[in-house]
């Protein structure tokens, strides 16, 4: 079964830090990513990951947030630091088994799970 389940939401201070981690089952996946949604507004691609490890990262969280995965567990992971108000979000992994085109997943091919909520207070 195609499937993808993230962990590791929750709520945090200004300046803290967070895991994401998302275990992908059922298929083999070249491109997988993180989105993220804050009400009201459209959904974000955060940042990417392909099968040979090359990232891509959204301008606002550069610096800040690290994606990488753990081929052996099926997992893949968004270290966020420094974590700021306007990082509070639901966030999504996706992965697609295309390759990433340009950095960017094609999320209109992806298998999504079915969000973590990611909560900065100030």
């Known amino acids: 079964q195609v499937q993808l389940v993230e962990s590791g939401g929750g709520s945090v201070q200004a300046g803290g830090s967070l895991r994401l981690s998302c275990v992908a089952s059922?298929?083999?996946?070249?491109?997988m990513g993180w989105f993220r949604q804050a009400p009201g507004k459209e959904r974000e691609e955060v940042a990417t990951?392909?099968?040979?490890?090359?990232?891509n990262y959204a301008n606002s969280v550069k610096g800040r947030f690290t994606i990488s995965q753990d081929n052996a567990k099926n997992t893949l992971y968004l270290q966020m630091n420094s974590l700021k108000p306007e990082d509070t979000a639901s966030y999504y992994c996706a992965a697609t088994a295309r390759v990433c085109l340009g950095g960017t997943l094609r999320r209109w091919l992806a298998v999504w799970g079915q969000g973590t909520l990611v909560t900065v207070s100030s």
């Open positions: 990951i392909d099968s040979g490890g090359s990232t």
């Open positions: 059922g298929a083999t996946y070249n491109c």
